[in-house]
């Protein structure tokens, strides 16, 4: 998928019909809370029970979600069982990239993640979105160069709001 078909808001429009529990992270959390650091992908962490993992398979076929950086010819069932055996996924869709992780560095999954997470409007829609501490939490543990940059920016962004 081209950055010219990332398209945040019809992948969240179908987490959301599909009543998928789930909360945003990553860059786009980031971009909500004021981070001018642009993402080409959705970050989500989902709740692991199996009511939730039938409910996001099924989103993740009408999205037509297939494993990023994996050739076509390599199988692979996308169902609730498959879910169930991983924790962290990287999709290509035809929304564009989606990450689904169940448990992102730095957390304990969803429930965790939760408890901090503001319900705020994008688009039409009402969705969870991460906290800035819980972001900053995150960002730390993953530790890569560009998350401790954002660490900085979504740092300065707390200061700010307090």
């Keep these: 998928m081209s950055v010219e ?10 987490l959301v019909e599909e009543g998928v529990r789930f909360v945003v992270i990553g860059g786009l959390a980031g971009r909500r809370w004021g981070s001018p650091t642009i993402t080409n992908d959705l970050d989500v962490c989902y709740e692991r029970s ?16 297939r494993l990023r950086g994996v050739p076509e010819s390599v199988p692979f069932q996308l169902d609730e069982r498959t879910l169930k055996l991983g924790d962290s996924f990287t999709f290509e869709s035809v929304a564009g990239p989606l990450d689904c992780l169940g448990t992102p560095a730095g957390t304990k999954g969803f429930a965790d993640v939760a408890k901090g997470a503001k319900e705020l409007e994008i688009g039409e829609m009402r969705v969870l979105f991460a906290s800035l501490d819980d972001l900053i939490r995150m960002k730390k543990a993953a530790g890569r160069r560009k998350d401790l940059i954002e660490v900085e920016i979504l740092s300065a962004l707390r200061e700010e709001s307090r």
Aim: charge should be positive.
């Design 50 to 65: 199996p009511e939730n993992l039938m409910r996001l398979a099924t989103a993740l076929r009408r999205l037509e979600a």
């Design 5 to 14: 078909s990332f398209d945040p808001l019809r992948a969240l429009r179908v």
